[in-house]
């Protein structure tokens, strides 16, 4: 439901804006399918609409639009499909009737393919969203032209899966009452299930998320089990052109690896004068959604703990939004220590580019990342990530004791973060270990292209 720079959320949008250019580039004929959201790029971009059409809702009937932008201008073909009434808003998620608008969706796109008789030789459905499709191609007797068309699931966040009860199967489009089972997990319709049950295969965004969905998957352990040999751990890339601090306009200062040292510090220089912080000490920065996955929870007490026990001797700069109660802790926080702690509420891009040039290191105490793609930025702009040693984090990051790339904690508490930033104080004290820890990371390859080649593996399976 997400593309950079269409319409962003979290990572799912940096890899749905990302794999389809480099497969693209492999030689493959990667397009998106995207909702419809009231954002600048419509308004900035030039589309065709492609197609104008209706489809039924339970008792509604509602208008389908899908419009195509003109120049490829993301490198792939971009599609955005417009209901009135339900896919013409202004936010990607938090809306009441979200069942509805993600069924109404999958619904449009299906109709839009079948009438147009357009079968392509995969469909890759990105989490819960679009959980409903592999089986609405085989057994809703409308799209009988798209049967038999391989269908991929990528599971982004397993926490998430869309569960509904069994009234809203009269949104769905007539299908094969005794497949009914194939939608159901205990005595509700849930996409996510779905999606693993009926596609082709299924992969989670890294190895250590796979794994970790077999014995943790908010009760779906067992279908992970039984569906298992389809199953593939394929760790996310990073949109090196995006992100590289060598060429990126939303830095003060650009730099690459040779010269990372005076580059991080000229940008450190000006996002500490801004927020009031004193250069010369570490920055720490969080970037995220305050949510108890990221571990956002944690927050309050490791920052007030760090300043503390170090007698404020390192800053911190936090980004991110979300749970009401710790924006509040924060704000509480700020005004405490204002010479070492540095709050931004919300979201913004240029920002996000401008800490992880700037920051020494970043935290991530996530209580569950599926990949994680902030701990790849940092390392790509020379900073050095402090990380719970969980899914997709313990792929990327191993710890700097076994020769590794940045610092592992193994709880998700307060005080264990609080030891791993005090562990990266010794580091940071010592200047030619850091000058080679930042040079080592910065070498990382982190881009798309293996990762894609695997992808096109699964794809063949």
């Not at 998106?32 to 065709?48: C, G, L």
């Not at 995969?122 to 499709?133: A, R, S």
């Not at 939608?183 to 299930?193: E, H, Y």
């Not at 082709?200 to 796979?210: E, I, M, Q, R, T």
Request: net charge negative.
């Amino acid at each position: 439901m997400e593309c950079y720079p269409v319409a962003k959320v979290g990572g799912l949008a940096d890899v749905v804006g990302a794999l389809p250019k480099y497969q693209n580039k492999m030689g493959l004929d990667a397009s998106v399918i995207m909702p419809w959201y009231n954002k600048p790029f419509f308004y900035n971009h030039d589309f065709d609409i492609v197609f104008d059409g209706f489809i039924h809702q339970s008792s509604h009937m509602y208008q389908v639009q899908v419009f195509k932008e003109k120049s490829s201008v993301l490198g792939f073909d971009l599609y955005l499909v417009k209901i009135p009434g339900l896919l013409d808003r202004e936010n990607v998620y938090g809306y009441w009737d979200e069942s509805e608008q993600f069924i109404a969706f999958q619904h449009g796109v299906l109709h839009w393919l079948s009438a147009m008789q357009i079968r392509p030789d995969v469909l890759h459905c990105h989490d819960y969203h679009t959980g409903l499709v592999p089986f609405m191609i085989e057994y809703c007797y409308e799209f009988s032209f798209l049967k038999g068309v391989k269908t991929i699931g990528t599971i982004h966040n397993g926490e998430y899966q869309g569960s509904m009860d069994w009234q809203m199967s009269s949104f769905l489009p007539h299908f094969e009452g005794q497949k009914s089972g194939l939608l159901d997990w205990n005595g509700r319709i849930n996409p996510m299930a779905t999606m693993i049950k009926n596609c082709n295969a299924f992969n989670a965004v890294s190895g250590g998320y796979l794994e970790e969905l077999f014995y943790s998957f908010q009760g779906l352990e067992p279908l992970m089990n039984q569906e298992r040999q389809k199953a593939f751990g394929i760790i996310n890339g990073i949109d090196t052109e995006v992100w590289n601090p060598e060429t990126d306009d939303m830095l003060k200062f650009n730099y690459n690896k040779d010269y990372a040292g005076e580059g991080k510090w000229e940008n450190k220089k000006v996002i500490c004068a801004e927020y009031g912080l004193n250069p010369n000490l570490p920055l720490f920065g969080f970037i995220g959604r305050f949510a108890g996955e990221k571990g956002a929870d944690l927050l309050p007490d490791i920052v007030e703990k760090s300043i503390q026990e170090t007698n404020g001797s390192l800053n911190i700069i936090v980004l991110g939004s979300g749970n009401q109660y710790i924006e509040n802790k924060l704000k509480e926080l700020q005004y405490k220590f204002s010479i070492n702690f540095a709050l931004d509420l919300g979201y913004k891009e240029y920002l996000s580019h401008q800490i992880y040039a700037s920051a020494d290191f970043l935290l991530m105490p996530s209580r569950v990342e599926p990949c994680g793609l902030n701990q790849m930025y940092s390392m790509r702009y020379g900073t050095v990530p402090i990380v719970r040693y969980t899914g997709g984090l313990r792929d990327t990051v191993q710890d700097i004791s076994t020769g590794g790339s940045g610092l592992n904690f193994t709880n998700a508490g307060a005080d264990d973060a609080v030891h791993a930033i005090k562990r990266a104080l010794h580091i940071y004290s010592q200047k030619d270990l850091m000058t080679g820890l930042i040079y080592s990371n910065m070498s990382f390859d982190f881009s798309w292209e293996t990762s894609a080649q695997n992808y096109l593996e699964m794809y063949y399976y």
